[in-house]
């Protein structure tokens, strides 16, 4: 069965998928319930999966909960579907809701909810048991303003990992608790004669605990994650404005030592040639136990995260992930939307071009967003989502028209 199940976890974590050849130069960051590092909302996924600084949005929980107390209407909700990994396999998708709502002038409250099915699973060993596993996270934030440019917010989110076989005593459901920090300036400065809107944002996402599908025994980082980010925005004229947003992100986790510093180690402890040791992937893991690497507290992880990757300075700058996105509007009704997002060959290599259109009413908004993959077999691309929200107060406004 831990074959089954290391399968589905590989299955799912589209990451890694092509960063297993521990021969090469690959040496991604590895983690937990990777379906929280996707991105649910069509608007950032336009955009390149941009939305730490960008204009305040019901979405705006994933990104940067700190942003809520500067939306205009004062509650929304937000329906987010992605069926993703398709050029590989059907029935894998992402579902999320999201809602966020202002108390008073200074405060808001938001929440979410996230549904990441991988389909049906047929397990040969079990007579062709069909399995159905899932990951699932639920989060509530508060955020305030603590200036009329500056707000910080904080999340707490509960996470459960179903990838196990029912029938097998080994593994069980993993499940972890985390929590967000999240800060946001929104400001304004004059450009060409232009009161444009200029903002930053930080957000530290999934401080937590470890999560574990064998009752503690190993135990999996979840994907802690810092993301900075700017934004400009700028209107010609009364009717047309134009957005340009960039992201910096970086997982806040520990570089796993590669198979290459266990060859060495093995060769100048043991002796022999490199190619005994290179399947050896149970001396790898026993050998890694002994490293400490899975000793290491989620709060140490942080620490180290800055400082351990084994080609040193050089290779942590490979950690970062670079976004930028573009969002032409019109009337504040039409968007049109372009990005690129980057992640260096050997820390994933997922490089992708999107785009994206919205249209938006009183009432209601309707957004959605294509990948278009630009590393050869990036089972990222040709990825669409799809978004619908509403506007309580456009909804509020409609029904008092009505009963008038």
Same mark, same amino acid.
């Given at each position: ?24 130069? %690959?040496?991604?960051?590895? /983690? ?7 991105? #649910? ?24 909960? =700190?942003? /809520? ?122 450009? $060409? ?9 930080? &957000?530290?996402?999934?401080? $937590? ?25 700028? #209107? ?5 404005? %134009? ?13 796993? #030592?590669?198979? !290459? ?28 136990? *002994? ?20 080609? $040193?300075?050089?290779?942590? %700058? ?8 573009? !969002?032409? =509007? /019109? ?11 980057? !992640? ?7 490089? /992708? ?10 009432v209601f908004s309707i957004d959605a967003s294509y990948v ?23 909804? &509020?406004?409609? %029904? *008092?028209?009505?009963?008038?």
């Amino acid at each position: 069965m831990k074959k089954i199940l290391f399968i589905l976890t590989l299955f799912s974590f589209y990451t890694t998928l092509y960063a297993q050849d521990v021969r090469n130069q %690959l040496n991604p960051v590895y /983690y937990g319930v990777t379906s929280l590092a996707i991105a #649910p909302d069509a608007r950032a996924g336009g955009l390149g999966d941009v939305g730490a600084a960008t204009d305040p949005d019901v979405n705006s929980q994933y990104w940067n909960p =700190a942003k /809520y107390p500067f939306c205009i209407s004062r509650a929304g909700v937000s329906l987010n579907y992605t069926p993703w990994l398709r050029q590989l396999v059907d029935g894998i998708d992402l579902a999320n809701i999201t809602g966020y709502m202002r108390l008073g002038d200074y405060n808001a409250l938001s929440a979410s909810l996230r549904y990441f099915s991988l389909g049906e699973v047929i397990v040969p060993d079990a007579d062709d048991m069909i399995i159905k596993p899932y990951e699932m996270a639920v989060d509530l934030a508060y955020s305030r303003m603590l200036s009329e440019t500056f707000s910080a917010g904080v999340a707490l989110r509960y996470i459960y990992s179903d990838l196990a076989f029912k029938a097998d005593d080994e593994t069980t459901p993993g499940s972890a608790f985390a929590a967000d920090i999240a800060l946001y300036h929104n400001g304004y400065l004059n450009l $060409g004669g232009h009161e444009s809107q200029m903002g930053w944002g930080l &957000n530290i996402s999934n401080i $937590g605990s470890k999560i574990s599908y064998d009752d503690g025994n190993t135990s999996e980082f979840i994907p802690t994650n810092m993301r900075f980010g700017l934004s400009l925005l700028v #209107p010609f004229d009364e009717y047309n404005t %134009l957005t340009i947003a960039a992201d910096a992100n970086k997982f806040l986790i520990p570089t796993r #030592p590669t198979m !290459e510093q266990y060859i060495d180690y093995m060769v100048k402890s043991e002796g022999g040639e490199r190619a005994d040791y290179e399947q050896d992937f149970s001396g790898y893991r026993t050998w890694l136990e *002994g490293e400490g690497y899975y000793n290491v507290s989620p709060i140490s992880g942080i620490f180290k995260s800055f400082h351990d990757a084994p080609n $040193g300075f050089k290779e942590e %700058l490979q950690e970062i992930q670079w976004s930028v996105g573009l !969002e032409y =509007a /019109y009337n504040n009704q039409f968007f049109i939307r372009g990005g690129y997002h980057y !992640e260096h060959p050997n820390k994933g290599n997922r490089k /992708y071009f999107t785009v994206g259109a919205g249209f938006k009413m009183n009432v209601f908004s309707i957004d959605a967003s294509y990948v278009i993959s630009t590393a050869q077999s990036n089972p990222l691309d040709q990825t669409l989502r799809f978004s619908l929200a509403f506007d309580m107060d456009g909804i &509020n406004d409609l %029904l *008092g028209k009505r009963r008038r």
